[in-house]
């Protein structure tokens, strides 16, 4: 595809559901980020993902929150018994390199979570 | 751990005026990036400046990062209205893949 694909783009959610967000990368594209975005905030990371493998959890919020990229392409967050502070919107990225000096991060469109 | 704050958070202009928005950083960055965000879109990458000192020029656009690699600043020269959005920088620390971003800095111009 042309760009980072995110789907849902809107989201809402009872207080106790399991969601389940998708990201798809630019094809080829060795790393995927995920971010986590508040209103009137920057982005904050979430996690890191190198081709499959994970190497970086550390801004995952609780133990709610679940992210895979079973074969290196396509990726899921997953965010279990949501709460209301986890209402915003998750940005996924990806980056062409993996290892030494990294380029930019190419953003897709969000999914907006409400949780209600 | 690493915080990364810009000032001013928000910054209303007159067209055609110039606007700065600083980024500081309480760690030494290997590198910085600069994003630019739309109302109601996504993060769009400007520029990376990786070298102390570096000064990098995208037509009225001129990025700067400071000879710590702790501070880094973005100029716009003669704004217009397709300038209107919010920057955000974002650093990288030596080692670590993550983007820490910014704080932002809201831009709003004044036909």
């Known amino acids: 595809g042309a760009g980072v694909s995110q789907s849902p783009r809107y989201k809402v959610a009872k207080r106790g559901q399991d969601v389940a967000l998708r990201c798809d990368p630019i094809?080829?594209?060795?790393?995927l980020f995920w971010y986590q975005q508040a209103l009137g905030q920057g982005p904050e990371f979430l996690t890191y993902?190198?081709?499959?493998?994970?190497?970086?959890k550390s801004g995952l919020p609780s133990d709610r929150f679940f992210a895979e990229r079973p074969e290196g392409s396509v990726s899921t967050l997953k965010i279990q018994r949501t709460q209301q502070e986890d209402s915003a919107v998750y940005l996924c990225?990806?980056?062409?390199?993996?290892?030494?000096?990294?380029?930019?991060?190419?953003f897709g469109p969000g999914t907006r979570l409400t949780v209600l | 751990g690493q915080q990364v704050m810009q000032i001013p958070q928000y910054q209303h202009v007159q067209e055609g005026e110039d606007f700065t928005t600083y980024c500081n950083s309480s760690?030494?960055?290997?590198?910085i990036q600069w994003y630019k965000q739309r109302p109601g879109g996504h993060p769009v990458f400007l520029i990376q400046?990786?070298?102390?000192?570096e000064v990098k020029k995208q037509k009225r656009l001129t990025f700067q990062f400071g000879e710590a690699k702790k501070n880094s600043s973005l100029h716009i020269t003669a704004t217009q209205t397709t300038d209107v959005g919010t920057y955000f920088c974002?650093?990288?620390?030596?080692?670590?893949?993550?983007?820490?971003f910014g704080t932002g800095t809201r831009l709003t111009i004044i036909p």
């Open positions: 990225a990806s980056s062409l390199g993996a290892g030494g000096l990294k380029g930019p991060q190419y």
């Open positions: 094809s080829g594209h060795v790393s």
């Open positions: 993902f190198q081709n499959e493998a994970q190497l970086d």
């Open positions: 760690t030494t960055l290997s590198n």
């Open positions: 400046l990786v070298k102390s000192g």
């Open positions: 974002a650093g990288r620390d030596f080692g670590n893949e993550k983007l820490t």
